[in-house]
């Protein structure tokens, strides 16, 4: 791997970038956050930020973006939903046929972005990722809608494929799987938790004055830093 060269300017898309620089950002109502106040756990103020996020009407708080890298170390990340929290971490449940799935077999370590621009907050969470025990996938995956359960059953995400047919064909045979084992839990569904050693809160300000609070694990307890904005 060579080291950062610089990049012809290609030609740009037509307007693009006058209509980037037209558009504001940080316009959320950013609430109060006094670093001093925080509590002990980033649990307890992940929680407290998500409670809030919920009674704001912020859109989908349980959206966070999950980056993994491959045995490359070549980060890729995409959307996923948050599961649950608590002091093991934070959850989320995946087939481990998938790219995230390859890419955490061989490389178990993760972050996770939460971005909520109605408060103008920011979360990252990151450090080793650990398997939750069966029973805690099984559960997820009985709790899943139909069609998630059907699309999982097919075993094929993230491969790639040419005829939509196919698609369909899979998502029948799937259908009838579950029909005949409603209980049916795949072996690849796994759920993990993200075992944080740093989780990072940041709290937008207009005038970019922006609070950045740092919790880094320190044995069984967490060191507390402000970050400079
Ligand atoms: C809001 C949102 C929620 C999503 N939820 C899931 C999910 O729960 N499980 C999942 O496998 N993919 C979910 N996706 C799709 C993933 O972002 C991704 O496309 C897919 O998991 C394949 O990723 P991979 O190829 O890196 O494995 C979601 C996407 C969005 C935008």
Same mark, same amino acid.
Request: aromatic share 8%; no cysteine.
């Given at each position: 791997?060579?080291?950062?060269?610089?990049?012809?300017?290609?030609?740009?898309?037509?307007?693009?970038?006058?209509?980037?620089?037209?558009?504001?950002?940080?316009?959320?109502?950013?609430?109060?956050?006094?670093?001093?106040?925080?509590?002990?756990?980033?649990?307890?103020?992940?929680?407290?930020?998500?409670?809030?996020?919920?009674?704001?009407?912020?859109?989908?708080?349980?959206?966070?973006?999950?980056?993994?890298?491959?045995?490359?170390?070549?980060?890729?990340?995409?959307?996923?939903?948050?599961?649950?929290?608590?002091?093991?971490?934070?959850?989320?449940?995946?087939?481990?046929?998938?790219?995230?799935?390859?890419?955490?077999?061989?490389?178990?370590?993760?972050?996770?972005?939460?971005?909520? *621009?109605? #408060? +103008?907050?920011?979360?990252?969470? $990151?450090?080793? &990722?650990?398997? @939750?025990?069966?029973?805690?996938?099984?559960? %997820?995956?009985?709790?899943?809608?139909?069609?998630?359960?059907?699309?999982?059953?097919?075993?094929?995400?993230?491969?790639?494929?040419?005829?939509?047919?196919?698609?369909?064909?899979?998502?029948?045979?799937?259908?009838?799987?579950?029909?005949?084992? *409603?209980? #049916? +839990?795949?072996?690849?569904?796994? $759920?993990?938790? &993200?075992?944080? @050693?740093?989780?990072?809160?940041?709290?937008? %300000?207009?005038?970019?004055?922006?609070?950045?609070?740092?919790?880094?694990?320190?044995?069984?307890?967490?060191?507390?830093?402000?970050?400079?904005?």
């Amino acid at each position: 791997m060579g080291g950062l060269r610089v990049a012809e300017r290609a030609v740009s898309v037509d307007g693009l970038r006058d209509e980037l620089r037209k558009l504001s950002v940080l316009k959320g109502a950013a609430p109060e956050f006094d670093p001093a106040d925080a509590p002990e756990s980033p649990m307890e103020l992940f929680s407290e930020w998500f409670m809030l996020a919920v009674r704001s009407g912020v859109t989908e708080p349980h959206a966070m973006t999950l980056s993994t890298v491959d045995a490359d170390g070549r980060p890729s990340a995409r959307v996923l939903i948050l599961k649950d929290v608590d002091s093991a971490g934070w959850h989320f449940a995946i087939s481990t046929l998938s790219r995230k799935g390859s890419e955490l077999a061989a490389h178990p370590f993760a972050a996770l972005t939460f971005y909520w *621009p109605e #408060l +103008v907050r920011q979360v990252r969470v $990151s450090g080793p &990722v650990v398997a @939750d025990a069966p029973a805690v996938a099984a559960a %997820d995956f009985l709790a899943r809608p139909d069609g998630s359960r059907q699309m999982a059953l097919t075993r094929r995400q993230s491969q790639p494929f040419d005829r939509l047919g196919e698609l369909d064909e899979a998502l029948e045979l799937a259908r009838q799987e579950l029909e005949s084992a *409603p209980d #049916l +839990v795949p072996d690849e569904w796994q $759920s993990y938790a &993200v075992r944080p @050693d740093e989780v990072e809160f940041w709290q937008g %300000d207009p005038q970019r004055r922006h609070q950045r609070l740092r919790y880094s694990a320190a044995g069984d307890s967490w060191s507390r830093t402000r970050l400079w904005p």
